[in-house]
């Protein structure tokens, strides 16, 4: 079983709030990645980290930040939440081959 | 990398083999074939992955014929867990990005 994990699992949280979606991996994967879902919609990549300091935006623009200062840790901000940001976030990391692991998601809802 | 398409769902019954199959017309020569399964609420999960020809695991075999346009994710004898959504993506080996498409959505009736 990969060791990935994400919290909080689940979050409600009201308009203008700021909140980090935490992600964290023990692999010792130097890839890691950022994917938002809709409820029986397909998986949009919004960040990627190919290591330390490294960060690019993925195929779905989003109004959210992330950084990479450690190897295992790769955080996802949201300085204002909105609505618009309810949604399934998933983080996953690879290995150097091409499988991908992910974590449970944080299941985020804006009111 | 490429694009790939597949049946957007498929019914099977307890105990039958099905048959997924994914398009990708414009593979390239270095892009390897992955297939994931999503259970609701839940990642992605790896299941399987190809060059060419057959590759086989103990959950599934994945056929890819010569001109590698086309796989079948195969999964033998099918139970209720089996209901998912399977997900067929295409890109080296190199690690990277992962382009999800709609995934086809099995429904395993009893």
């Known amino acids: 079983e990969a060791d990935i994990y994400q919290t909080p699992r689940y979050l409600v949280i009201g308009t203008g709030k700021k909140i980090t979606l935490e992600c964290s991996q023990t692999?010792?994967?130097?890839?890691m990645y950022w994917y938002q879902q809709d409820p029986g919609m397909e998986l949009h990549l919004i960040h990627y980290?190919?290591?330390?300091?490294?960060?690019e935006k993925g195929d779905l623009s989003s109004e959210s930040t992330v950084s990479r200062i450690r190897t295992e840790h790769f955080p996802l901000t949201l300085e204002s939440a909105r609505p618009s940001h309810t949604s399934q976030y998933l983080c996953?990391?690879?290995?150097?081959?091409?499988?991908?692991?992910f974590g449970p998601g944080t299941r985020l809802t804006v009111t | 990398l490429a694009k790939t398409t597949q049946p957007i769902s498929m019914d099977s019954y307890e105990g039958q083999e099905v048959n997924i199959t994914c398009s990708h017309n414009?593979?390239?020569?270095?892009?390897?074939i992955t297939w994931y399964q999503q259970f609701p609420s839940q990642g992605p999960r790896f299941i399987i992955q190809?060059?060419?020809t057959k590759v086989t695991n103990e959950v599934a075999s994945l056929f890819i014929p010569a001109d590698r346009k086309s796989s079948t994710l195969s999964l033998p004898r099918v139970s209720l867990s089996d209901t998912a959504v399977y997900y067929c993506?295409?890109?080296?080996?190199?690690?990277?990005?992962?382009?999800f498409g709609q995934g086809t959505e099995l429904s395993v009736k009893p």
């Open positions: 996953a990391s690879s290995d150097p081959g091409f499988e991908q692991y």
């Open positions: 692999m010792g994967h130097d890839k």
């Open positions: 980290s190919y290591g330390v300091n490294s960060t």
């Open positions: 414009n593979i390239a020569t270095n892009d390897y």
């Open positions: 190809g060059y060419k």
């Open positions: 993506l295409v890109g080296g080996n190199q690690g990277g990005k992962l382009i």
